[in-house]
Nanobody, 120 residues
């Protein structure tokens, strides 16, 4: 099992910044992808950003140029720097880790979610 612990959410004014962190522990494997998904009230969960073990990043069009995803050296912790926040960024943000086991199977894990609220 893998545990994901998120931190860094909160309330911020429009145009402000927040930084989310996600620390993974437990049965960690070296081939993986980490990132965030978000879900606003009444909307479907959507991908925000991902980063692979080799450092390749991917962003939703709605956050490109505003959000930056990164990881520490061991890539057991991922960060999401969110700048120029808009009211439409308000959502619960879920950290996600996808990793390949020693027998080649992929598994998905999610954090508990952290609320981000942007006031206009």
């Amino acid at each position: 099992q893998v545990q994901l612990v998120e931190s860094g959410g909160g309330l911020v004014q429009s145009g402000g910044s927040l930084r989310l962190s996600c620390a993974a522990s437990g049965n960690i494997f070296r081939i993986y992808e980490m990132g965030w998904e978000r879900q606003a009230p009444g909307k479907q969960r959507e991908l925000v950003a991902t980063i692979t073990d080799s450092g390749v990043t991917n962003y939703a069009d709605s956050v490109k140029g505003r959000f930056i995803i990164s990881g520490d050296n061991g890539m057991n912790t991922a960060y999401l720097q969110m700048n120029s926040l808009k009211s439409e960024d308000t959502a619960v943000y879920y950290c996600k880790r996808k990793q390949m086991s020693s027998v080649g199977r992929w598994y998905d894990y999610w954090g508990q979610g952290t609320q981000v609220t942007v006031s206009s």
